[in-house]
């Protein structure tokens, strides 16, 4: 009984110190997020002294740093607002439209080919981008891709590995009765896919859709190595550029501006993050 | 409802993996390497020379051990596997090189394969909007396939919240919407529990009354076959054995495998000697000795059978327990299966199990309760109900 008892506290504690650590790493990973939103509301020189003190009656900027960070510079902050949610929007399009018909394909023949573009997929998630992007950048001028409306041809080739895996992973799961029973119905190859496959596929849509949005919306480098950064900025490009005349950067207008760029996604993510555990668990059982 | 007729159809599985047919030729799992199915040039073959003519509006079953080939075969003919060699003709057409879609068939997997994403009604309505049907067309059609099925109440349902045998509604009900020329079914019942099962075999009896169309039924269930089947096509490794109704079946088995796997329990055989007395054959089982029916004689007669070693096999139904009978072969009680009407004695005689079946009515008051282990029991049969098979070639001596 006594033993039974001892058990039990030590199951507590251990349950007690885990939630402690857990806690820690929870408030390391936000505190980056939580000093943005309140340096986003301080006035630019407490922002370097005050970091992470939260704004008070002398040290608060109301929405001044908002309306700075928005009316800043040369370049309109809404244009920058439109050319990310072009990228995104074009990109995430072609990467779930694309890669979901490839996945399909390369899920259900067994051919050499298919295995070298698999694995060929598999091989550019682990080829690190910095390795790539100079001659990237040469390629993409050359080919006209250094607009908002052609970008998103580069992001669909980088970001086609991890969709591909992904998508192959939950076709595999989906019984071939299915598509078979289709081809009887009446379905050719293109209405399969449209009207059997890719409904079934929406959880992964989701779950890769998100991972996209995400990633395209926020990324910085790459827009910056193959825009024309005269002509076409993202929102982390125009943050990037909110510096003065001698290059003295407002920081507390570029809090701002990082906070209203994170708000989209969270919203998104949040909105549909529940797919996103459906869709990982989807392809790990058959059902 | 069309006729169908296959014709010298052949099926080779090359030995790589990804042979069976997809849209885009090939498809992922390949069937494994089946020991038995004989090795030739171009890799194994899973069906070899199948011939048959179905009549329009015939029930036809294929039935045999697993990987014999009757699935393959039915995959042939609604197209999902590539012919390797011969015809196969629907309504006269040859069908060889058409789609599935344009097969006009339809077809009830295992695994019921309804899309997950569409509600009961959008799942059988499904082929006849591929089709361009006018919607109120759709609905009539719909509303009558569910009530003959009995789910009109689950129309607005998605299968997952649905159980197997509602499913497996559902599935046919897809399939005889479109009313297609042949409907096949690919093993329908597998999936479902015993009581379901006879349950949904006595629905599709009904079924086949109510709709004018061709059948092919894959099982490898002896029981769907035989209730199910207006004739049989029992298949191994490949190769057909015999095609028959299933009384043909039951009462002149082609050869041994076709008598060990039509009926149940399953034949019961000796090892007995083939001899002549003038004109009269006769058969000895260890020390008894039967003489074969009058027709059964002729028939050997007119086959110009010799004298040697065979086969002998009986039915456990025509085995009749009795102490008094001129000819009589005992055997030790083994098992007892009390069956409720009926007894299941396996007995050891000879050296082999042998299966009676015994009518408790038939038993005195303090047998009904079963045999006793080791108990020492004789038994014999008619001249008539004996089937005799080449030592060798296994086959019926009689056709």
Known sequence: MASKQETLTSERRHKTIASVVLSII???????IVTVVINSFKKNTFVKTDTFALPNAETAA????????????????????????????ISTFLILFFCSMAAWYIARVNSKFCKVIYYLCIFSMVVPFQMVMFTLSKTADVLKLNTPFTIPIVYLGFGAGLAIFMFVGFVKSIPIE??????????????????????????????????????????????YLVLDINKYRTIPIHIQYLKGSYGTVDLGATMALILLSIIPVIVFYLALQKYIIKGVAAGAVKG | MAEVSLKHIEKIYPNIEGEKKHFFGKKKD???????????????????????????????????????????????????????????????????????????????FQSYALYPHMTVRENMAFPLKLRNVPKDQIDKKVEEAASILGITEYLDRKPKALSGGQRQRVAIGRAIVREPKVLLMDE????????????????????????????????????????????????????????GTPQELFDHPANLFVAGFIGVPQMNFFDAKLT?????????????????????????????????????????????????????????????????????LHLNTLGKDVIVIVQTQDLKEEKRGGFKLGEKVSFTFGGDVIHLFGKDDEKNLEF
């Not at chain 1, 929870?26 to 980056?32: G, K, R």
């Not at chain 2, 030739?40 to 039935?63: K, M, P, Y």
């Not at chain 2, 995959?75 to 390797?84: D, N, W």
Request: charged share 25%; glycine share 8%; with cysteine.
């Open chain 2, 276 to 344: 002549k007395d003038g004109d009269i054959y006769k058969v000895k089982v260890g020390d008894a000795t039967f003489v074969p029916s009058e027709a059964k004689q002729k028939r050997l007669a007119a086959k110009g059978v010799t004298p040697q070693d065979v086969t002998l096999g009986i039915r456990p139904e025509h085995v009749t327990l009795t102490d008094d009978a001129p000819e009589l072969v005992t055997g030790t009680v083994d098992v007892s299966e009390m069956m409720g009407s009926s007894i299941h």
């Open chain 1, 26 to 32: 929870c408030i390391i990973y936000v505190m980056p």
């Open chain 1, 178 to 223: 299915i598509e078979e029973a289709a081809s009887i119905d009446g379905c050719g190859p293109v209405r399969t896919f449209f009207r059997v496959v890719l409904p079934m596929l929406k959880p992964t849509l989701i779950s890769v859709g998100i991972l996209e949005v995400m990633w395209v919306w926020n990324d910085y480098l790459l827009p």
């Open chain 2, 30 to 108: 390949a069937p494994k390497k089946k020991s038995n199915l004989k090795q030739v040039d171009g890799g194994v073959l899973a069906v070899e020379d199948f011939n048959l003519d179905i009549a329009d509006r015939e029930f036809i079953v294929l039935v045999g051990p697993s990987g014999c080939g009757k699935s393959t075969t039915l995959r042939m003919v609604a197209g999902l596997e590539e012919i390797t060699s011969g015809e196969l003709y629907i309504d006269g057409k040859l069908m060889n090189d058409v789609a599935p879609k344009d097969r006009d068939i339809a077809m009830v």
């Open chain 2, 188 to 243: 329908p019942l597998s999936n479902l529990d015993a009581k379901l099962r006879n349950q949904m075999r006595a629905e599709i009896i009904k079924l086949r009354q109510r709709i004018d169309t061709t059948f092919i039924y894959v099982t490898h269930d002896q029981t769907e076959a035989m209730t199910l089947g207006d004739r049989i096509v029992i298949m191994r490794d490949g190769v057909v054995q015999q095609v």
């Open chain 1, 62 to 89: 109301g929405w001044a740093n908002f309306i700075k960070g928005m009316t800043f510079g040369n370049y309109p902050f809404m244009a920058s607002v439109a050319n990310s949610v072009i990228i995104t929007v």
